[in-house]
């Protein structure tokens, strides 16, 4: 069968067509008539497993806009982006990708660049717009629309309950993950959500990186590549001590089992739920044995906090023991509810944060140095480590064994120019993808439940407080005129989620 389309075809697809059929782009395939997989043709030592979902991915803040309309309250981060000195160049998710009103026309896209899941996230003060009690309908109201809307495209909609908007009532009124309350509170939202959305949507995932939630945003973090110095903050921007620190963490993983609890009661049955974490991890010198021991050591002392609770219902003794009177303070009945079954684990793969190899010290690992001429893509954290996308979800898999892994984000800020003809030649982003997805491909072909991935971002949007000077998406926005325009990677994206292969 032959994929080629002729240009004319692919202008139709993308939405621009005089613009791309006047352009030297590649043909890119039509939507095909049949799904990958069951055409009865061999994808080949590249091809993925059948029903492997090819997705993207977004959050609320960074592309709804529509910060104060329709009864949504005040979110932490709108708060904090109005706050003068906090965001690259004064930028605000005010009006963001205007996504709120356009997500007809951005749901078409996705459809065109042949995505097949889409995940996004719920706006909690969208919902609740005093954290708890009285529920905004007409909030409530949007995501609905937009499910509907994606169902009819055949896009599956996997939703995320949390990715940083936390109501600012919550803040000013319990010190935020601070307080247990702030737990409490993220359950009952959870499940009043589940409850009108999952007669449609089969996956939730309960909150989006721990690590931003609770230390970013409680204390800052510091990142050393390429010889700088890469200083974190981000809202709500307190500064805490180790021990109010560890009980912050502590109330964002019981915000996540209360919220699996509420979930499961209030949700259709069958509904799956998971966590999406920036789960750290570390690479192997070297693919053999005592050096992928190395590696799980490492990686399962880099997720003391967060997966590990969840995973085992337990906090890791060695952590305990050392936190002293720092440690976090927690009933054995939080600890049945932190570790409560899940569904799946979603994690997002950017950076290894160690490189390690075999060691007889007693931790089992000696860190190896990166060195200060590795290469790293364009924002400032960003190590290049295109084996991360086959270590984490091998590392998750051999120390938890969990029975799904959905890779929740993958993907890379560029320049992206746009060139005379009006196009973006992503070169680099493309380059990224292809070959993060050869090492996606190298885990399913070894058995790894690795059952999903999705590209962040669907499109351009904001990034956090390097505002809009990050550009992450497959799909250029223009933030002046909210012009969208697949990159060269969207196209790349569309033929190998057709071919269900690497291409
Ligand atoms: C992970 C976060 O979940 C997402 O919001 C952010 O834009 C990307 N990393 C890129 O930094």
Not at 212 to 217: D, L, M, N
Not at 379 to 406: C, F, G, N, T, V
Request: contains cysteine; hydrophobic residues 40%.
């Amino acid at each position: 069968m032959s994929h080629n389309v002729n240009r004319r075809q692919f202008s139709t697809l993308t939405g621009g067509a005089a613009l791309l059929a006047a352009s030297g782009l590649p043909a890119v395939a039509q939507t095909p008539p049949v799904q990958s997989g069951t055409t009865g043709e061999t994808p080949g030592a590249r091809g993925f497993p059948e029903g492997f979902l090819w997705g993207v991915a977004t959050a609320a803040y960074q592309i709804e806009g529509a910060w104060n309309e329709d009864g949504k309250g005040e979110s932490i981060w709108d708060r904090y982006a109005h706050t003068p000195g906090k965001i690259k160049n004064g930028d605000t998710g005010d009006v963001a990708i205007d996504h709120y009103h356009r997500y007809k026309e951005d749901v078409a896209l996705m459809k065109d660049i042949g995505a097949k899941a889409y995940r996004f996230s719920i706006s909690w003060p969208r919902i609740f717009p005093d954290g708890t009690g009285q529920l905004n309908q007409k909030g409530l109201d949007f995501y609905d629309r937009l499910v509907d809307e994606l169902k009819a495209a055949d896009i599956e909609p996997f939703a995320t309950l949390y990715h940083w908007d936390l109501p600012q009532v919550l803040q000013d009124r319990y010190g935020g993950w601070q307080s247990a309350e702030t737990a409490k509170a993220f359950g009952e939202y959870a499940g009043v959500v589940a409850k009108a959305l999952s007669d449609r949507v089969g996956h939730f995932f309960t909150i989006n990186e721990f690590k931003q939630v609770t230390e970013t945003a409680y204390r800052g973090v510091e990142l050393h590549v390429q010889g700088e110095t890469v200083r974190l903050m981000s809202a709500p921007g307190i500064l805490l001590e180790d021990g109010p620190l560890n009980q912050v963490r502590h109330h964002a993983v019981l915000g996540h089992g209360l919220a699996v609890q509420a979930i499961r009661a209030m949700g259709r049955a069958g509904t799956k739920v998971g966590p999406a974490e920036n789960m750290g991890h570390a690479l192997p010198v070297i693919d053999s044995p005592e050096h992928v021991k190395a590696a799980e050591a490492a990686t399962k002392a880099l997720n003391i906090y967060f997966l590990g609770p969840m995973l085992e219902g337990r906090y890791d003794e060695a952590y305990l023991t050392a936190a002293g009177k720092d440690a976090p303070k927690f009933t054995d009945e939080e600890m049945k509810i932190i570790g409560a079954p899940v569904d799946f684990v979603g994690i997002n793969v950017y950076i290894p944060l160690l490189l390690v190899m075999a060691s007889d010290e007693p931790q089992g690992y000696r860190e190896v140095p990166f060195s200060l001429s590795h290469p790293k893509m364009f924002s400032d954290w960003h190590r290049l480590s295109p084996e991360s996308q086959y270590w984490a979800p091998r590392l998750l898999h051999s120390i938890w064994k969990p029975k799904e892994i959905y890779i929740t984000e993958n993907g890379c800020a560029a320049s992206d120019e746009v060139a005379a003809d009006g196009n973006i030649y992503d070169s680099d982003r493309l380059t990224y993808l292809r070959n993060g997805m050869m090492w996606q491909q190298r885990a399913t072909a070894e058995g790894i439940p690795l059952k999903g991935s999705f590209v962040w971002s669907a499109m351009d949007n904001f990034e956090w407080i390097n505002g809009y000077g990050d550009r992450f998406g497959i799909v250029h926005v223009d933030f002046k005129t909210q012009k969208r325009t697949p990159k060269l990677s969207a196209q790349w994206f569309k033929e190998a989620a057709w071919r269900n292969a690497v291409v």
